[in-house]
């Protein structure tokens, strides 16, 4: 036998070396293409950021304002540092706060400029927080400006608070109020044949109500005007008080507005000037002109003098400690409650639990904040992590709640047990309730020809999507939601000294803002941050102490990946960290994908606020 290999043996090793060879080449570019950047990087002199006398502070906030920012992949995250104006990031109100009183120590800031054109979304309290800061700022003799070719509702939430708003002369302001509808699919379920099955109580527990009904139940109405009413009664209030006009003059009725609109001749920019929405009309040349005549021009000589936020930011940022002093831990609880171990932006049962248990651990932690900004979720993970908050009590370090813009249903059961709870007057929370649901598809499979037929030695073993639920089996879970809302008004009436009958009559799944709950009983204070740390500390008996933020940390390895390519990312093509059209859909079907993660209690049984989105 010849031992020349055969013909097709020969051709297919060519065509697989052929392949090797490319790939190899491919890899070997990218490879050395990448250590060239990162090796010009290092060697570069980048220009050293340096705050000048009489600078503006421009507070360019993008995206989302966020009490924790979500996990990002440290590659990605290498790519969109620095970015100034990316509408999908997370900016830290932490930071922001940081920042504003940074600027309002600092003799050489004289202004904040407030661009808010990429501002995605915050919250009425975190924007009332940031709000207040400005306000400290301007008592320092220093101005606060606002300029935008538009203002959204919450974009002129934050302007209101500057001393004058500028708008483009083609711009407008748009003030809508606030809504809440809802899509029904009951009709639809059924032309589908699927089977959904809801257990709850609470007369307001209206996650579970579109699976169930074609409308919104009175109930959910009722208590959805009030909760809206209560929410655009602090808006209105505030903007109206920053303003100088009445909380009418906001939002106006249709008629009122084509009247505002046909005395500004069609002009929506004059209309805002009509109504004292913002203060003079400019050409985004104009407000340069007019900036470099408040604060003076840059060295160029071509705009004013200024610094972003982000590299304000860098130049002004802490310096760690390297010697620990007795402290108040920060922990932030943030997301939906979900099982086991969950990434920064989402709670874990066994992840936040490990948080507070390392808190419990370390000698130098004399307290803790809890900061819970969720609309709750898993009922047994909830109550893993309330588990942790007991324990951290019993080893004598006092625990205290600061609710961000929401804390409700599983959100207010991980609070309940702290020593003291501290809203914001816009902080929804409450929603007291729970529920269970799961759809079976046997009408369905039927309607295809698809039957589902055997023998069990029980009626548990035979639970299974394509079955119809029998009605013992139903009787027997709605009696478990039963019994978890009977252990969640105990657990609030026990925690709060309240009776079973005071906290049903406040619960059954309604909705309260923090203002309406510290008179009901269900928060002890309203406040920010700050006073949080000054209750723990107090309460923990220490006059001095340093705040210690335990959060998820990055792997060494992954700290040194994002420095490293972090460095580089300014000399990578613009266009490298861009999103394509391909990852925007795919980053929205990925929020329907979190949508339905929210729901993955082993005992289908949820602690959620289907409603707290505003």
């Known amino acids: 036998m010849s031992a020349k290999p055969s013909f097709l043996k020969r051709m297919f090793l060519l065509l697989w070396n052929t392949v090797n060879t490319i790939r190899k080449l491919i890899i070997n570019f990218i490879f050395f293409g990448v250590l060239a950047i990162i090796f010009v990087a290092v060697l570069s002199s980048e220009d050293e950021v340096v705050v000048e006398d009489q600078s503006a ?151 579970v109500e579109p699976f169930i009904r074609d409308d919104m139940s009175e109930a959910d109405k009722e208590a959805s005007k009030v909760l809206l009413g209560d929410m655009w009664q602090s808006y209105s209030t505030i903007v109206a008080s920053n303003r100088q006009i009445t909380p009418d003059q906001l939002v106006l009725s249709t008629d009122a507005y084509l009247e505002q609109l046909e005395q500004a001749d069609g002009d929506s920019a004059q209309m805002a000037i009509n109504m004292k929405w913002v203060d003079e009309l400019v050409s985004a040349d104009a407000f340069r002109l007019a900036m470099m005549q408040r604060v003076g021009a840059d060295k160029e000589g071509k705009n004013y003098r200024q610094i972003s936020f982000n590299d304000y930011r860098s130049v002004t940022a802490p310096i760690p400690q390297f010697i620990e002093n007795d402290s108040v831990a920060v922990i932030v609880a943030k997301g939906n409650i979900l099982n086991g171990k969950q990434p920064a932006g989402q709670i874990g049962g066994d992840s936040t639990s490990e948080l507070l248990t390392k808190a419990r651990f370390d000698d130098k932690v004399k307290a803790v904040v809890l900061r819970v900004d969720s609309p709750g979720g898993s009922a047994f993970a909830s109550e893993q992590i309330r588990q942790e908050v007991l324990a951290l009590k019993a080893a004598g370090k006092p625990v205290v709640v600061s609710m961000g813009s929401l804390a409700a249903s599983g959100g207010y059961w991980i609070a309940a047990s702290a020593d003291y709870i501290i809203a914001t007057p816009t902080t929804l929370t409450g929603s007291i309730g729970i529920f269970g649901m799961f759809a079976t598809f046997e009408k369905a499979l039927t309607h295809i020809g698809v039957t589902s037929d055997g023998v069990a030695t029980s009626d548990w073993a035979g639970l299974s999507p394509a079955r119809e639920l029998s009605p013992q089996v139903a009787a027997v879970i709605q009696r478990h939601i039963e019994r978890g809302y009977h252990e969640f008004i105990s657990l609030v009436a026990q925690e709060r000294h309240m009776t079973l009958e005071q906290v049903d009559n406040i619960a059954q799944g309604r909705v309260w803002t923090g203002k309406r709950a510290l008179t009901l009983g269900l928060v002890d204070e309203l406040g920010d941050m700050e006073a949080a740390l000054a209750k723990a500390a107090e309460l923990a008996k220490m006059d001095k102490f340093d705040v210690k933020l335990i959060e998820q940390e990055l792997s060494a390895e992954q700290q040194l990946m994002q420095q490293v390519l972090g460095a580089s990312a300014s000399y990578m093509p613009g266009s490298f960290g861009k999103t394509t059209m391909v990852e925007k859909m795919v980053k929205q079907w990925a929020g329907v994908y979190e949508e339905f993660s929210k729901f993955d209690d082993p005992n289908n049984a949820y602690l959620y606020c289907e409603q707290c989105s505003y």
């Open 57 to 207: 502070l421009v507070l360019n906030l993008s995206g989302s304002i966020v009490d924790q920012k979500h996990y990002v992949d440290p590659f990605e995250a290498a790519l969109t540092q620095g970015q100034d104006n990316d509408p999908s990031g997370e900016i830290l109100l932490a930071d922001v706060l940081y920042t504003i009183n940074n600027a309002t120590e600092d003799k050489r800031i004289t202004s904040i400029v407030l661009d808010l054109a990429n501002l995605q979304s915050a919250g009425i309290s975190k924007m009332t927080a940031i709000g207040e800061a400005l306000t400290e700022f301007k008592a320092a003799n220093k101005s606060v400006i606002a300029m935008a070719n538009g203002y959204d509702q919450d974009q002129y939430f934050l302007a209101s608070f500057a001393d004058k708003i500028y708008l483009n002369t083609k711009g407008m302001v748009s003030l809508d109020g606030l809504s809440r509808y809802r899509l029904y699919y009951k009709a639809a379920l059924e032309k589908l044949n699927i089977t959904t099955h809801v257990f709850r109580v609470g007369t307001f527990k209206s996650a």
